[in-house]
Structures are given as C-alpha cells and as structure tokens.
C-alpha cells in the first residue's frame, strides 16, 4: 500500500500542499451544507477547488477522498455520494421538472448514534422543517412512492398546510418549503401529459430512499397503525 508521501509524490505537490486542499474542501463542504440547507453539492464545486491552482487530472478524486476520510475521522460525518434516482414512470409524455443538477453530487450525513446527535448536534430551531420532510416523505411512501400534486396538496390541508400559505409561523411559504426538498433531492417532480392534460407528480428521491430514512418511517407508521387500532375486546 503505497504511503501518503508516495501518494503526494505523483502528483508533484508536498505533504502540506495536500492537507491544505483537503482542508479546502472540508470547509467548503461544512459551510455550503449550513447555508444551503442541506442541498447537494455538486462534484463539480469540490473539483474547481483543485483544478484552479492545480493541472493534474486526477488530484481532484484523491483529494475529495482524503476529505472524506477526514469528515468522518474527524467530524463523525460521511461524505455520500448521490446517484440520482430516474422517475418510475415510463409515459412517453413524461416532462422532467427536476431542477437540473450533476449527476455526481454529495451530502454529508452523521454518523454518530441518535441519541448523541439529538443530544449535541440537532438544532431545534429547524426542528420543525424536519417534521415537515418526515411528514411529506410518509403521505408519499404510503401512495406508493410517488403521488399527484393535487392530492399531496389535499393530504397537507388536512393537516392544515395550504399551498396559498406564504406566512406559515413555522414554514413561511409551504410551496418553497416543498420545492425545497425537491433541490435536497429528498423529492422529484415531473409532469405526464395526458388525455386529460398535463398532471405534476411528485416522487421519493434518492435522500428518500436512504435505508436509515426509510426504516424510521416504516417504524413511525407502525407505530401510529397500532395505535390507531382499538383490540376487539375493548368496551
């Protein structure tokens, strides 16, 4: 296994010149997660960090890889990359509504137990938005993965969210608090041109998908289905 001395030696630069372009990255990685709420970021950015100083075409992929190693080392985070995940849909009149964005994209998630992060590390003050993802993400995993807008809308007044809503006390405006999980890759939408007209879909992306996030959910609905049921000897 070749040493981090020999690793740095093929591509020209020293020790130091590695640590402070994985330092770069690292930092570019933490504040864009804090003040992008969470929305991917593209393989691209990371790349352009090296590449503007640097020439080597394959410098980018070992630095982004040493900041991996050293967000979770250090900072108990993982570096994941996403793999978009296409819509289920195969009519020929689907639209694409997506925001467009890389292919190659990373979020970084914690890896410490729940139970600490809920101690040290969850902000309450954007409690609330989780609630709201949790909430979207279970009315669409029970519609089966995806569901028209219309009837998301109708699950969501239900529970008092109302698409003309702009000055929600929690959310402010519902709308972008929706279209907000769509640029967090924890939604898609796309539109599928009918006999009828053109219908917007809203699908699980691949955030979404993540087995710990599904899992919780599983869990959650579980839970509210056995309480929601009254035993048969009950009077």
Known sequence: MATAAEDCSQFDISEEEKDKLIAEVIRYVLF??????????????????????YQQWALPAFVINGAKAKLSSIFGYEMRELQRARPSSTNQGRTSQQSVADPKAYVIISQ?????YKKYIEDV????????????????HLAGGKIPEESLWHHLRRLGLSETDENHPALGNIKQALEALVLQRYLQKYKVNGPEGNTLFYELAERALD??????????????VQKDVTPLDAD
């Open 32 to 53: 864009k997660t804090q003040h992008n709420a969470g929305c991917p970021i593209k393989r691209e950015e990371l790349t352009q960090l090296v590449t503007k100083n």
């Open 112 to 116: 410490l137990p729940a139970s600490v």
């Open 125 to 140: 003050n954007t409690s609330h938005l989780t609630g709201f993802t949790f909430v979207v993400i279970s009315i669409i």
């Open 211 to 224: 087995e710990s996030i599904s899992e919780k959910i599983k869990e959650y609905i579980s839970q509210i």
